[in-house]
C-alpha cells in the first residue's frame, strides 16, 4: 500500500484524532453488553429468513 503525504500539519491533526478515538474507545469499550448485540442479529436473522423468503 502506498503512503500518503502528510504535512506536518495535518501529520499533527490526524494524530490527534486517533489519540481522541482511542480514548473514546477506552472508555466505552467495557460498557458494551454484547449479549444484547447477539440476541438482536438473531432476531434479525429470524426476520432476515422470512423476508428472504418472501423476495425470492
Known amino acids: 500500500?502506498?503512503?500518503?503525504?502528510?504535512?506536518?500539519?495535518?501529520?499533527?491533526?490526524?494524530d490527534g484524532f486517533i489519540d481522541v478515538m482511542v480514548q473514546i474507545y477506552k472508555m466505552t469499550s467495557?460498557?458494551?453488553d454484547y449479549s444484547k448485540l447477539d440476541k438482536d442479529k438473531e432476531?434479525?436473522?429470524?426476520?432476515?429468513?422470512?423476508?428472504?423468503?418472501?423476495?425470492?
Open 43 to 56: 432476531k434479525q436473522g429470524k426476520n432476515g429468513d422470512t423476508t428472504d423468503k418472501a423476495e425470492a
Open 1 to 14: 500500500m502506498d503512503k500518503i503525504e502528510m504535512t506536518l500539519e495535518q501529520q499533527l491533526a490526524f
Open 30 to 32: 467495557d460498557k458494551i
